[in-house]
C-alpha cells in the first residue's frame, strides 16, 4: 500500500491507498471545501510534500482544472 503526501494551495492530505497515484488524485478533489483555496496544480508524492519550489521529476504534478473538471465540479 503506497502512501502518498497530495498538495494543492491551502489543502495538504497524506493518504494510505492501493489506487494510483492518477486513481487517487480524483477521490482527493473530493476533499475540498468552501475554505480551501487551490492552486493551478496538484503534487502529488510518496517523499513528503511537494510544491512548485521542491518539486522534482519523481514528484506527480497534474492541473487542479483538469481534475476539477474529470470529477464534474466544472465544465
Not at 513528503?48 to 487542479?64: I, K, M, P, S
Request: charged share 30%; hydrophobic share 30%; with cysteine.
Amino acid at each position: 500500500m503506497a502512501k502518498y503526501y497530495f498538495a494543492c494551495g491551502t489543502l495538504e492530505l497524506i493518504w494510505s491507498t492501493n489506487k494510483s497515484p492518477e486513481e487517487a488524485v480524483r477521490t482527493y478533489i473530493h476533499e475540498v471545501t468552501e475554505d480551501d483555496e487551490l492552486d493551478e496544480y496538484i503534487y502529488i508524492d510518496e517523499r513528503g510534500f511537494r510544491g512548485y519550489v521542491t518539486a522534482d521529476n519523481t514528484t506527480l504534478v497534474v492541473e487542479t482544472e483538469q481534475v476539477l473538471r474529470d470529477e464534474g465540479y466544472i465544465h
